[in-house]
């Protein structure tokens, strides 16, 4: 059987830089940090009292406020970005056969906020249960893809991938799949999360994961940098069409790039820590290379994971110089989370879509607040420091990883 062509043509972002695709480009090649003290809740008594939120968004804005109030956060942000990217696609919505048209959404945790309300509501009560009727479908992880489906009657496959940070990432590779294979002719893809809340802070403070540089919140996220303290939490949306190429061509639609090849893989040793050596990171992205039919020296640029964790920048590198040797040196790597901050089950998708507009532009945006150079880091790697830089993308990667070990990896290509 021969597997089909996919190719992006649709592009939507809502982040802590940018609440468009286009504001959140600019924000990166200007190396824009969206750290900022947290507004959301009074988090005062917290050890990280900052977080990379959004800005000047109002959710009635792309929403109306009944649809809105049935919707969490992280469900509103995945409407809005996949109106941005629909919209983008230029698709016509009464010729296209919506039957092959599906939503395939990634989301490591999904409505954190409406269950932490809650819980809190029923606990400050008398014990009587006194629940929202929409309590269940706000929270649910699935109600996202849904929720976009029903707007546009999209009636393909629809349904979320769950793989803490490597939740998008998975998403478009199950788009991928199901494109190449025939059994779709257009996907709305991506991811969503909203976990800038009690719940979420307190959550990965007390697993000493996330900086607590709060005199300089804007530096915090800081990927290889020796003086890195962990991940500053984000929040927002990332949204991809991704549609068949002779479908696409038939259209005239425009092409951004060929999705060409995903891998997946598991590090099969801690909940929550990367292996050491890399060794899962090493296997997903052979498994990527090998799923697009291309070698480690096609690759000019690289979005890492690169959370700026101590124990995750090193061995992310360790397995990029594993797998592309020599050639390591001579691409660009960056982490984009050093502006963005960690989106968790969302960074796979907004990091995408980075490294599909460095393809696009022909530069590579920075990896920020680089002060101190890490003596576990091989110093002959372009790690794009503090600073944007020309390129000739033709073949991009990216990397997001999740806890449980699941690894996801995406590789896109220049159209010939």
Known sequence: MELKRVVVTGLGALTPIGNTVEEYWNALIAGKSGAAPV????????????ACELKDFTVTDFIDRKSARKMDKFSQYAMVASDEAIVDSKLDLDAVNKLRVGVIWGAGIGGLETFQEEMMNFAKG???????????PKMIADIAPGNISIKY????????????????????????????LGHCDVIV????????????????????????????????????????????????????????????KARGAKIYAELVGGGLSSDAYHMTAPHP???????????CLENAGMQPEDVDHINTHGTSTPLGDVAELKAI????????????????KS???????????????ASILAMEHGIVPPTINHTTADENIDPSLNLTLNKPQKRDVKVAMS????FGGHNACVLFKKLD
């Open 321 to 336: 110089t594993e797998i592309f040797g020599t050639h390591a040196k001579n691409i660009n790597i960056n982490s984009t």
């Open 39 to 50: 507004t959301h809740f009074d988090a005062e008594k917290f050890k990280t009292r900052f």
């Open 189 to 248: 893809t991506g991811g969503s999360e909203a976990a800038v809340t009690i719940a979420g802070m307190g959550g990965f403070n007390a697993m000493h994961a996330m900086s607590t540089r709060n005199d300089d919140p804007q530096s915090a996220s800081r990927p290889f940098d020796a003086t890195r303290d962990g991940f500053v939490l984000g929040e927002g949306a990332g949204a991809i069409v991704l549609e068949e190429y002779e479908h696409a």
């Open 399 to 402: 990397n997001t990883f999740g």
């Open 126 to 136: 008398d014990g009587t249960p006194k629940f929202n009727p929409f309590f269940i």
């Open 277 to 287: 050596e890399g060794i899962g990171v090493v296997a997903v992205m052979k498994n």
């Open 339 to 353: 502006m963005t901050g960690h989106l968790l089950g969302a960074a796979g998708a907004i990091e995408a879509i």
């Open 153 to 180: 009657g999209f009636m393909g496959p629809n349904y979320t991938t769950v793989s803490a940070c490597a939740s998008s990432a998975n998403a478009m590779i199950d788009a991928l799949n199901n494109i190449r």
